[in-house]
């Protein structure tokens, strides 16, 4: 998107890329659909940044949803509104949009240096430089913008290398953590790390649906319906990176988080307590809850893994543990397991046009940055906006520049 914005204004952009081809990220976003935006209004928008969305208000502001739809539609690629409000292409692909893109930006005079892997500046010319097919090789600028992602794509380059590479000019640097992550759950059994032999062995990669949940302190009003997946050693899924970084930072605080499930989202807790005291007679607890509640399959397994047989037998104890089954999580999954990263170049190291306060000359976008944001299409505008930001201000300080050497 910099490149996008000095290229329209007539400045020689050279996009560098340390994977054989341009926009592997992108493609891979792409595989779920390719969720570029979400339809909210512009205040329940920016709040999904948290603590970061005033800072963050300018640059969404300036490019929020409807110009990200905009921009799409400029390429020549229509969007939608699905039934969550995010918003996909229509063919729900993202590789038209990129060969879209790559072809305007060609067009627009932006070349192109794949398998360059950035190594940081020469200590003597203040080159950059870059590991590249021919060997290693330096490249003058008038200024750079750094898009390096966050740690959680190694694969697709995005490994967090930059980090010491930034430390060791005066950057200060918040640690990088995984975002939108799955977590381990503490044992529930002696002798286990996590879940059961049994429940990992029938259940895992299943999903569980419907349900909501809520934190520790949260009223019951707060809770967020959705599904989660059980995993080999815990959770993953959408519902839990809504709330993974809360749940993250309460175990690097407090060691572990409660994460509380109403397993019956749709029955109140009076109608829930009603057929917890039902005679059910001769039928068996998983028979009578199937039919009475619809708990069975992975939710009846779940309250067996996690309830003692003395509180799944007494209908005053069950009732509100169905509407709130409380499931301890001792550590979130490592970084390059993520969606995403929370971390990175703090906003106070940055000027108001995205430049680094330590380097004059180089800016910063995208994941690198320190925010987070859960998935629903908030991630990708928040990359583009920062990304327009950064060029932006390039092309300001461009000017400043040649005005002030003149």
């Known amino acids: ?4 914005v000095l290229a329209q204004r007539g400045v020689a952009v050279d996009l560098f890329d340390a994977m054989p081809s341009v926009g592997r990220k992108f493609l891979l976003a792409g595989r779920g659909g390719l969720n570029l935006t979400h339809s909210e209004p512009p205040e329940p928008f920016l709040a999904r940044y948290s603590d970061r969305s005033d800072t963050l208000r300018d640059a969404i502001t300036a490019f929020g949803s409807a110009e990200v739809r905009q921009w799409a539609a400029d390429l020549g690629i229509e969007t939608f509104v699905g039934t969550s409000g995010r918003v996909f292409p229509t063919d729900l692909k993202a590789a038209p ?31 950059l430089v870059f590991d590249a097919p021919t060997g290693r090789i330096t490249h003058a600028t008038r200024a750079t913008v750094l898009a390096l992602g966050g740690a959680n ?9 930059w980090v010491p590479l930034l430390a060791e000019r005066g950057v200060a640097i918040a640690p990088l953590q995984p975002s939108n992550c799955g977590f381990d759950v503490a044992a529930t059994r002696p002798g286990t790390t996590a879940w059961s032999d049994h429940l990992r062995s029938r259940f895992a990669g299943q999903p569980v ?24 050693t ?19 605080r407090d060691g572990r988080a409660t994460w509380w499930i109403d397993l019956l ?36 397994a779940l309250l067996h893994e996690l309830l003692t047989p003395e509180q799944l037998h007494d209908p005053e104890q069950l009732a509100p543990l169905l509407k709130a089954l409380p499931l301890t999580l001792v550590r979130p999954r490592p970084v390059d397991e993520a969606i995403s990263t929370a971390g990175g170049v703090p906003f106070d190291a940055l000027d108001g046009n995205g430049m680094l306060r330590a380097l004059p000359g180089v800016f910063c976008a995208g994941e690198m940055l ?18 327009r930001t950064a060029g932006e201000g390039v092309a300001r300080w461009l000017d400043e520049h040649v005005r002030a050497s003149a």
Request: with cysteine.
């Open 1 to 4: 998107m910099a490149a996008e």
């Open 97 to 127: 949009l990129l060969r879209a893109w790559l072809h305007r930006l060609r067009a627009a005079g932006v070349r192109f240096h794949t398998r360059h892997r950035w190594q940081g500046w020469d200590p003597t010319t203040g080159e």
């Open 153 to 161: 794509w190694p694969r697709l380059g995005s490994d967090g290398a």
């Open 209 to 232: 649906k419907p349900v909501a949940a809520r934190l520790e302190g949260q009223a019951p009003e707060a809770s967020q319906q959705g599904e989660f997946v059980l995993t080999d």
């Open 234 to 252: 815990g959770i993953e899924g959408s519902l839990v990176y809504a709330f993974s970084a809360p749940l993250r930072d309460a175990i690097a």
């Open 265 to 300: 989202p749709q029955h109140g807790a009076a109608q829930v307590l009603a057929e917890t005291r039902r005679p059910r007679g001769t039928r068996t607890l998983s028979t009578h809850l199937k039919s009475r509640l619809g708990i069975a399959g992975l939710k009846m």
């Open 370 to 387: 320190d925010w987070e944001a859960p998935t629903g299409g908030y991630l990708l505008t928040a990359c583009m906006a920062t990304g």
